[in-house]
């Protein structure tokens, strides 16, 4: 029989982020709030490994942004001074939000106008940013959904038996992440958000799916944006 494999996901801490752009591939730190956030996120953390009686993988993985980086680097520092042993963070493109591709730090006006004026498109549709499978069709962009497989695939791929993996990413990627690995149906993609820097704990089974096993969802209000 298969060892279970645990993985915990965070959502980076707050950050600066420029109001009216699609925050996916900003590039900027975390404010002090953020900078606390994971410092209580891995706290949390620290409780759920030992509710669980769980050993934790020494390597730490990261999304390329800052604002991920820099969370990862925090619960690194504060699980270290608990004596839990961190040896590296791995930065990689595939635990990154949604790319926008050509568009991305354009402003969601700014890309609507890119669209309306170039002759090859239509203007997007309504609510095209957090339509799950909606892709603007632009060099480099993807779907929500595709965002989600890409994390899925990576933290299928990397988490190790027996150990709690950790992934630092982005709410939207997440969510949908956790659609394909049969944790949210697509309904409750919509209906959640993540806080900032709070761990989910998930295990893959030995009869080969995932469950959720700590970690509470944030319910987002109908009318609020989802944010990465």
């Known amino acids: 029989m298969a060892e279970p494999r645990y993985v915990a996901f965070l959502r980076h801490g707050d950050y600066h982020q420029r109001k009216g752009v699609p925050s996916a591939r900003q590039p900027w730190a975390l404010t002090d709030r953020g900078i606390a956030q994971a410092q209580a996120g891995a706290a949390l953390l620290q409780e759920m490994i030992g509710k669980f009686g769980l050993n934790l993988s020494p390597k730490l993985h990261s999304s390329r942004q800052l604002r991920a980086w820099q969370t990862a680097h925090v619960l690194a520092d504060e699980l270290q001074k608990s004596n839990l042993r961190v040896d590296s963070i791995h930065e ?76 630092v990413g982005h709410g939207a990627s997440y969510r949908h992440a956790c659609y394909h690995l049969g944790i949210l149906n697509q309904e409750n993609i919509a209906a959640y958000s993540m806080f900032h820097a709070q761990p989910s704990l998930i295990c893959y089974q030995s009869d080969g799916t995932w469950c959720h096993l700590a970690g509470a969802w944030k319910v987002r209000s109908p009318k609020d944006e989802p944010k990465d």
């Open 92 to 167: 990689t493109s595939a635990l990154g939000e949604r790319s926008l591709g050509s568009a991305a730090n354009l402003t969601v006006a700014e890309v609507e106008d890119a669209l309306r004026n170039d002759p090859r498109y239509d203007a997007p549709p309504v609510g095209w940013k957090s339509d799950s499978d909606f892709c603007l069709p632009l060099e480099g962009a993807e779907s929500l959904m595709q965002s989600g497989a890409r994390v899925a695939t990576y933290i299928s791929q990397t988490a190790e038996p027996g150990q709690v993996t950790v992934f």
